[in-house]
């Protein structure tokens, strides 16, 4: 082709070609635009939003993970589809009463909005779990109204425990298909930092639930909020506080290493954290957990978005005693990130199933 010949060509093809550039890049903008709104401060009613997550972006590199088994959309998509034990951690965001900003309001000891509640009953109501372990619970009767809630969404989880530790606004309940057939206290539940004492914030949740012939043990926790405070370093709070429930596993795993151990719940931080290492960690190799490395049905592993900042995290662990891994069916569990999670809290459930 001549030379004036195949700039004519260019000239013509031009604009399809910018063209085509230019709906590429709108299309990547519109995946990256994902959420909506802040979250609440975790500590204090009405307060500014704390930090909670030091990766960027939803797509942002996940540490090495072994390799699940193929993804099954359909055994994700459909709880009544998938067979096992399927159990659900969730921050369900302030179901409590507390100080709320709406339209620019403030409104003294307001409960959780109901759109916000019926966001929450509607995805668990979805995902069909046989257990539900929850963090930022107010009191027993909130825990109580989620409970009934579901009941009348057609899920029925009739056993509950409820607990907490020295924060008296914010605690961890759980809800069950199947009896709890009993629940345990850690022997240690406060730290010294810098001459004083604390305990821990939201206490360990300890039950075991007997179900298929199998006994399951679930630890959940809710650690202390990277938000800044006078009395002491809030990293160093968090990092005393996993000590702490890491003393309680190694008590369990040594008292019975064949225990079916999940220790769960929002550890607001990220993998490489001493607080994350502390909790999976240990002296003995036989006593390490290992954390299921889940993700949504975009691959991406993030678990929490801070709009403010617009830093998306993976703070929330599902993490089981050594060889509980081979229980898991990695088909049927994920991130779930159902359209409407925005709109329930600024945490996305993770949904573990157990063969």
């Not at 890049?25 to 995946?31: E, P, W």
């Not at 096992?84 to 951690?89: E, H, K, Q, T, V």
């Not at 954390?291 to 662990?317: E, G, M, V």
């Not at 050594?322 to 990130?337: C, L, Q, T, Y």
Request: charged share 25%; aromatic share 6%.
């Amino acid at each position: 082709m001549r030379l004036r010949d195949r700039f004519r060509v260019c000239f013509h093809e031009a604009p399809a070609i910018v063209g085509a550039v230019c709906c590429a890049a709108l299309a990547c903008a519109s995946i990256s635009c994902d959420r909506n709104r802040g979250a609440p401060d975790w500590n204090t009613p009405g307060g500014t939003v704390a930090l909670v997550g030091e990766t960027s972006g939803p797509a942002a590199a996940a540490p090495p993970e072994p390799a699940p088994e193929p993804a099954d959309s359909e055994a994700a998509a459909a709880p009544g589809g998938s067979k096992g034990l399927r159990f659900i951690s969730y921050n369900v965001e302030n179901w409590l009463a507390m100080d709320r900003v709406v339209n620019r309001k403030t409104l003294k000891n307001s409960p959780k909005p109901d759109s916000e509640k019926q966001a929450v009953v509607a995805i668990l109501a979805r995902n069909a779990p046989d257990i539900l372990g929850l963090c930022e619970i107010g009191e027993a009767r909130d825990l109580a109204e989620i409970q009934s809630s579901l009941k009348a969404a057609g899920l029925d989880l009739p056993h509950s425990h409820y607990t907490g530790g020295a924060d008296p606004v914010r605690h961890l309940g759980l809800l069950s298909r199947f009896p709890i057939t009993s629940t345990a206290k850690p022997a240690e539940t406060e730290f010294r930092l810098n001459g004083q004492t604390f305990g821990i914030n939201r206490g360990i949740l300890d039950a075991t639930i007997q179900t298929r012939g199998k006994s399951y043990r679930f630890l959940g926790v809710h650690l202390k909020s990277k938000r800044e405070i006078e009395e002491a370093d809030q990293e160093q709070m968090r990092v005393h506080e996993a000590r702490l429930l890491r003393r309680h596993v190694d008590s369990i795993l040594l008292a019975d290493p064949q225990a079916r151990l999940i220790v769960y719940g929002d550890f607001n931080d990220t993998y490489p954290s001493t607080t994350v290492r502390t909790i999976t960690g240990g002296a003995d190799k036989d006593l390490r957990l290992k954390p299921i490395y889940l993700r949504d049905s975009r691959k991406h592993a993030w678990t929490h978005h801070w709009n403010h900042q617009d830093i998306y995290s993976r703070i929330d662990f599902i993490t089981l005693a050594p060889g509980m891994d081979r229980e898991v069916n990695f088909r049927a569990s994920r991130i779930i990130d159902d359209p409407d999670w925005d709109k329930a809290s600024d945490h996305r459930p993770l949904l573990a199933v157990f063969k």
